[in-house]
């Protein structure tokens, strides 16, 4: 297992949407888990909705790490006071693909657009930036969208 | 956000798609110019897909809000120095 203390870990940041659909914060946590595992840092960006969900859900902080106001997250990244390895933005609406066109603009990190929810064809569909798109028919059931972070292993590349 | 919530904004679009604040912008202020995602505007940076469009009229600026849970929110402010801030970065 690598070291989690060392300097030139990677670290990852997690691009929350609104949390109306439920797989959010279950595969949020679960990417998180994953990407500890191998030995990258995850840090987590949300509305006070969507972090409150998972600082609840975690409370001893076994998966979650740092976790910061989405909008404070933008403004360091717009502004090169800090960036990252990898970053996962989670779509299920227009606002969610703005936010990952966002991060593909200002962010040099490789970019994963998690997309769920009922409409998760039309979603992806709509994005014409380059990132590698994860999407699954998710709303209730983590599963599918499970099955596909699995296989696609970001936290392998 | 902070900053855009505490002043006197008006809705022009409420739950839109990106896309319909931006081709609105451009059917409706003759005056406009395109800016890059993470652009600072009333010091906070603009979510959205690039291009970005921004109107003009008068001392009014327009510009798209996003918010997660709300989509995009096109708004008017009336600031002549911050339009005119806009207006020299042309």
């Known amino acids: ?157 | 956000m902070g900053c855009i919530e505490s002043l006197p904004y008006e809705v022009i679009l409420r739950g839109s798609s990106f896309k319909e604040s931006r081709d609105y912008v451009y059917e409706h202020y003759k005056e406009h110019r395109d800016v890059p995602p993470g652009f600072k505007v009333f010091d906070t940076h603009i979510i959205g897909v690039p291009p970005i469009a921004i109107g003009f009229d008068g001392d009014f600026v327009i510009f798209p809000f996003t918010k997660p849970c709300h989509g995009t929110f096109l708004l008017r402010i009336e600031d002549p120095k911050e339009a005119a801030r806009l207006r020299a970065l042309k």
């Open chain 1, 1 to 157: 297992m690598i070291d989690p203390t060392a300097a030139s870990q990677k670290t990852a940041i997690l691009v929350l949407g609104c949390p109306q659909v439920p797989v959010q914060t279950s595969i949020a946590l679960y990417l998180a888990h994953r990407l500890r595992q191998a030995g990258i840092t995850p840090v987590m960006a949300g509305n006070r909705s969507a972090v409150t969900l998972l600082v609840v859900a975690d409370p001893e902080r076994r998966y979650l790490g740092e976790a910061i106001d989405l909008d404070r997250a933008i403004g360091q990244i717009s502004e090169k006071k800090r960036d990252f390895d990898l970053c996962f933005v989670f779509i299920h609406n227009d606002a969610g693909v703005s936010y990952a066109a966002t991060m593909s603009a200002i962010s040099n990190a490789k970019l994963y657009a998690v997309i769920y929810g009922e409409h998760y064809d039309t979603v992806a569909a709509s994005i014409d930036f380059p990132c590698t798109n994860i999407a699954a028919k998710a709303v209730h059931n983590p599963m599918p969208l499970k099955k596909l972070l699995d296989e696609e292993a970001p936290w392998a590349a």
